[in-house]
């Protein structure tokens, strides 16, 4: 029989695995999380999706989620008011994913979008994954449990994002009018090399394993997104309305889209050798676009 110890306070529960104590760390994590507004309806959009949860050792990255299996994994490693910033975070891609996300570790989907769209739509994704998640623990900290928020800022990786989102608060009603959220989001591009480290996994590693299989055939770089639309498809907030205070149009320009030297060169010798020529007009094009 399950004790009350073990009692999520969101519906419905999540499907945990793992050891008992692995289950009473996470449940645990739950319900410190459950008493923001955005962190449990962020938790309650993947439960509800059938995300399960679950820790495994990952090597030099606190969590994952992944699309295809519908799991959150958490690195057991890190101490626990670090990894509920981490479940956040990884709780808003599943609800991202279930609103038609695309994975960008999915080598297997073709990239009919231009290469400035791919890059402003994967690093969106992770800008707002973390304002979500610094949005929560600061709704926490509003109720009384501040640890998280403080650990996350601590974070090396954090501290643009965490900044950024403290001196938003300090104008009235920042937490709850989106603007707090807001410089969360447009803090994480101040960090280059987390930006280089995504722009090397979803966008160098996918062409490459494109390449390898001869999948690239197929991809034609062409599709336009725009900022607005992005911004619209991925800053939601609990009602469902955009939070996002600034121009989206920013995201389109100087170093929202710059791209490292090293990864720079890297698309370039890729783009050179897309298969068809009519691709190879758009890579150009493409290449030009993004800038260094
Ligand atoms: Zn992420």
């Given at each position: 029989m399950q004790n009350s110890k073990n009692e999520q306070l969101i519906d419905p529960p999540f499907e945990i695995q793992g050891s008992e104590q692995e289950k009473n760390r996470i449940v645990n994590m739950i319900n410190q999380i459950a008493i923001s507004e955005t962190g449990k309806q962020t938790l309650e959009i993947a439960s509800n999706a059938g995300y399960k949860l679950g820790m495994e050792f990952i090597f030099g990255c606190n969590g994952a989620c992944s699309k295809e299996k519908k799991i959150i994994v958490l690195n057991p490693v890190s101490k626990d008011d670090v990894l509920i910033g981490v479940l956040a975070h990884e709780t808003r891609h599943a609800g991202q994913f279930e609103r038609g996300?695309?994975?960008?570790?999915?080598?297997?989907?073709?990239?009919?979008?231009?290469l400035k769209s791919n890059i402003m739509r994967t690093r969106a994704v992770e800008a707002d994954a973390q304002a979500t998640a610094v949005q929560i623990l600061g709704e926490m900290m509003e109720n009384g449990n501040e640890k998280p928020l403080i650990e996350f800022c601590r974070q090396p990786d954090n501290q643009f994002i965490g900044k950024a989102f403290s001196n938003a608060l300090y104008e009235e009603g920042a937490l709850y009018n989106g603007s707090a959220r807001t410089a969360a989001f447009l803090a994480w591009y101040e960090n280059k090399p987390i930006m280089k480290a995504y722009d090397q996994a979803y966008q160098v590693d996918m062409m490459e394993h494109r390449e390898e299989s001869g999948?690239?055939?197929?991809?034609?770089?062409?599709k336009i997104e725009t900022p607005e639309k992005i911004v619209k498809d991925?800053?939601?907030?609990?009602?469902?309305?955009?939070?996002?205070?600034?121009?989206?149009?920013?995201?389109?320009?100087g170093k929202f889209v710059e791209v490292d030297y090293e990864i720079q060169e890297k698309l370039d010798a890729l783009m050179q050798r897309v298969p068809n020529n009519q691709t190879k007009l758009n890579a150009m094009k493409n290449l030009k676009s993004v800038g260094r």
């Open positions: 996300e695309y994975d960008a570790s999915d080598d297997k989907r073709p990239r009919n979008e231009t999948a690239n055939k197929v991809d034609t770089y062409k991925l800053c939601l907030d609990n009602k469902g309305e955009c939070y996002f205070k600034a121009n989206p149009e920013v995201l389109g320009q």
